[in-house]
């Protein structure tokens, strides 16, 4: 192994046993809060910080109601459970999920993904690893609008950040994998990114000494095999944890973390904002899938998210919400990268997200959520809201 790969590996590895042993711990889920209608204005309309720190001091279940449509199921935010916390109480309830909480148990397996992962001879040309386009500093994605894989091939969307992973129920921006093994075999094989067919991966693999002793290790033998591969890659990515931040230890009961504006910020995401419909729980994220307005159908940029994997009309232009732990460092924003910067996002929300005029002659109709409506925030609305997006 050359010098540069293996300090990818130690690097993964670090980062995977560093994690098991030091994620935040496991935070119970909040009552449902209490309504908190009191006025935070001044008499000129302004926002009172100091009004909002008082109120968000008290226990969660008495923070201020959350701005929620009816029917909209929503939960708290918490703490993101520890990855040595027992895998039963915090992965994905989807078919992987008893293999996965099996294998999170053993720390060989957890080893050989970290390995994985870091590794470009996974790649048909030696160059692309996992590692490529989901890294630390971006949140585990890569900065890029969109992928770039093997050979320079661009991808149509953007690589998604990995803290929400192990808590999806689906993955993909399109939710076309049943579960993590399913997802993290995908790419290997996607001629726009590693471009290696499942099973050369696998023999070059196997004439490899330093995998035969890593899968002697967590399995027992050193057989090559789709599912274990997979197994090992799903338990690696289930134990990234984001950082701990200011808005970690606002959670904890320390007000004093997020400076006024930012107060003013949080307030404003979870009520005139409107952001907890969709970004709420641990990882700020519901894990479904949404229309927002982006699609671009019957244009040149159009991606019918979804739609694409189930052909269900209803399905057009629905993408999965992303997690906004770590989300300043995570940009560009959206699936298809299409918004630089936070500011930028946070204006069209503003707008309502309006979606352009779409050609005459198209058959599909893109429903968007009627969870996105024009705000009517103010500038320094929106750069408290910008401003609280930093803090997460």
Known sequence: MSSSIGYRVGLAVAIALTLLMASPPVEAQAAAPADASRSCRD????????????????VRARWPTPTIDPGVRWSEWSAVP?????PETWTASNPGQSQLN???????????GAVLFADPRLSANGKIACASCHQPEHAFSDGRALAVGADGLMGRRRSMPLFAAPFAPVLFWDGRAASLHEQVLGPIADPREMNHDLASARARLADLADYRALLQAAYGDAQVSDARI????AAFVATL?????RFDRFLAGDTAALDDREMIGLHLFRTEARCMHCHQGALLTDGQLHNIGLSFVGRRNQDLGRYEV?????????FRTPSLRGVSRAGPFMHNGIFPTLVGVVRMY?????????????????RK?????????SPDEIDALVAFLGSL
């Open 43 to 58: 008499a000129s309309g302004l926002w009172d910080a100091a009004c909002l720190r008082a109120q968000y001091r008290e």
């Open 82 to 86: 520890s990855a040595s916390a027992p």
């Open 102 to 112: 099996a294998d999170l148990r053993q720390p060989a397996i957890v080893t050989l």
């Open 230 to 233: 997979a197994r090992g890659l």
């Open 241 to 245: 944890r984001p950082p701990e931040t």
């Open 310 to 318: 189930t052909r269900a009309p209803e399905d057009i232009g629905r």
């Open 350 to 366: 503003n707008a309502g997200m309006p979606s352009g005029r779409v050609p005459a002659g198209t058959t599909l109709t893109a």
């Open 369 to 377: 959520s009627p969870l996105i409506q024009p705000l009517n925030l």
